[in-house]
């Protein structure tokens, strides 16, 4: 699990800052993304933002 997290930590932290940074990034790859990702609680698409769903 630890290695994991410290896999998946720095992805999810440089997909937050450009997905913040763009918010057009946000809505067209949020959403094909999103739905793989929701699983895990790790993204909600109608919000346009990530967020650490693990912690």
């Known amino acids: 699990m630890n290695k ?6 720095p992805i999810l ?3 937050l ?8 990034f946000a809505h067209w ?3 094909p993304y999103g739905s793989s990702l929701s ?3 790790l ?3 109608s919000f346009g933002i990530l967020y650490f769903g693990l912690f």
Request: charged share 5%; no cysteine.
């Open 39 to 41: 699983m895990f609680g």
């Open 4 to 9: 994991i997290k410290t896999i998946l930590i």
């Open 29 to 31: 790859y949020g959403y």
């Open 17 to 24: 800052v450009i997905a913040s940074g763009s918010n057009s």
């Open 43 to 45: 993204y909600y698409p």
């Open 13 to 15: 932290a440089i997909t």
